[in-house]
């Protein structure tokens, strides 16, 4: 990985961590205790030149060490890569079974991506759907079988 690509993927990383871009470098040097200047270089797509303080670093912002390092996914990351993608599967198949509905590829693919992209958000907004069709199902029944008579 170039420098250049190293600090954009440190930006993105501590994006997804929550960290804001304006002040950065000073919230890092301030969580970590460091120099700015440490961290700065960081942002500019340096690699530490302490290992403890590497690893404290990646532990505190959750960093795959790694993947800043030589921009591959550690085995343990994409392990548990694999497990996300089952869960997120598994999740919206049953969805899918509960709610009677029938996706295309495309459609369930995109469910699946919603819900690695946010897993406990789907995990409850799904459940929330799975239990509102479980309560409406008895009420629809009775609204269709008055409609009739």
Request: proline share 2%; charged share 30%; with cysteine.
């Amino acid at each position: 990985m170039t420098k250049d690509e190293r600090a954009t993927w440190i930006a993105q990383a501590l994006e997804r961590a929550g960290i804001a871009l304006y002040g950065r470098a000073s919230r890092i040097s301030k969580d970590l205790g460091c120099a700015k200047a440490a961290s700065t270089g960081w942002l500019n797509g340096s690699l530490p030149r302490d290992l403890e303080l590497a690893f404290r670093f990646a532990d505190f912002y959750e960093i795959d060490l790694r993947e800043w390092v030589t921009g591959e996914k550690s085995i343990a990351a994409r392990g548990q890569s694999i497990e996300n993608m089952r869960h997120a599967i598994k999740l919206v198949r049953q969805f899918e079974y509960e709610t009677e509905i029938q996706w295309d590829s495309s459609d369930f693919t995109a469910q699946v991506e919603k819900v690695l992209a946010d897993p406990v958000y789907m995990n409850r907004h799904m459940a929330d759907v799975i239990e509102l069709r479980k309560t409406d199902s008895p009420r629809e029944t009775q609204r269709d079988q008055h409609k009739e008579t």
